[in-house]
């Protein structure tokens, strides 16, 4: 059974360009979850996804956009990247109404430069 | 607005100490408490905790939460260099979203 799968691991992108982050959640889970975690600090909430509809949302701008497919696969978009953006993107799935526990994976590490 | 503290930001200890982590929470609509361990990456999942009292364990590791307090403490005794990692609470109120704590970077010499 695999966990939750996040790709790329690892990238380096300029200020001002776009990126986008994938997630495959573990299997049977329908609800993903993107967390902004900073050097030093604590995961952020950003957005959730469910049924393929943003359900809530975080105190992130509006570059942050995000995509559930049918699959319950999810994508992380940020757009016009600012070096504050540097961080570890986790996302995190789960089962909705079952109560189950929260899954990571393994993070993309996204650099800005 | 929901809110994790947690104490102390950082500790170091020698192999076979026993250390107290500590978390404490405002939220919304409680739901559950939960403890994770981040070593490199994902932070990966040691318990669950949504009634008071009660102390779950597993090996070395145990935790119990106060809902009457707001606060949970996390407990690891004779410590191994293993556990050498950022350990972080975070809580969840009427969604899936966690609200986490900065987290403890525990550091643990041979």
């Known amino acids: 059974d695999a966990g939750v799968t996040q790709s790329p691991t690892h990238l380096i992108k300029t200020r001002g360009q776009q990126v986008t982050l994938r997630c495959s959640p573990k299997?049977?889970?329908?609800?993903v979850s993107w967390y902004q975690q900073a050097l030093g600090q604590g995961p952020q909430f950003i957005f959730q996804?469910?049924?393929?509809?943003?359900?809530q949302r975080g105190n992130f701008p509006d570059r942050f956009s995000g995509h559930q497919f049918p699959n319950y696969s999810s994508e992380l978009n940020v757009n016009a990247l600012l070096l504050g953006d540097s961080a570890l993107y986790l996302c995190?799935?789960?089962?909705?109404?079952?109560?189950?526990?929260?899954?990571f994976g393994e993070g993309s590490w996204l650099t800005v430069v | 607005e929901d809110k994790v503290v947690q104490s102390p930001l950082s500790l170091v200890v020698h192999e076979g100490d026993t250390v107290t982590l500590n978390c404490s929470y405002e939220?919304?609509?409680?739901?559950?408490l939960l403890w994770y361990k981040q070593e490199k990456k994902a932070p990966t999942f040691l318990f669950m905790l949504?009634?008071?009292?009660i102390e779950k364990k597993s090996g070395r590791l145990s935790s119990i939460l106060d809902k009457k307090e707001l606060f949970s403490i996390l407990n690891i005794t004779a410590t191994q260099t293993g556990d050498s990692a950022i350990y972080l609470c975070?809580?969840?109120?009427?969604?899936?979203?966690?609200?986490f704590g900065k987290g403890t970077k525990l550091t643990v010499n041979p």
């Open positions: 995190a799935t789960a089962q909705t109404r079952s109560g189950n526990t929260i899954y």
């Open positions: 975070a809580v969840q109120g009427g969604s899936e979203k966690l609200v």
């Open positions: 939220v919304t609509n409680f739901r559950s």
């Open positions: 996804y469910y049924e393929e509809e943003e359900r």
């Open positions: 949504t009634s008071s009292g």
């Open positions: 299997s049977g889970h329908d609800t």
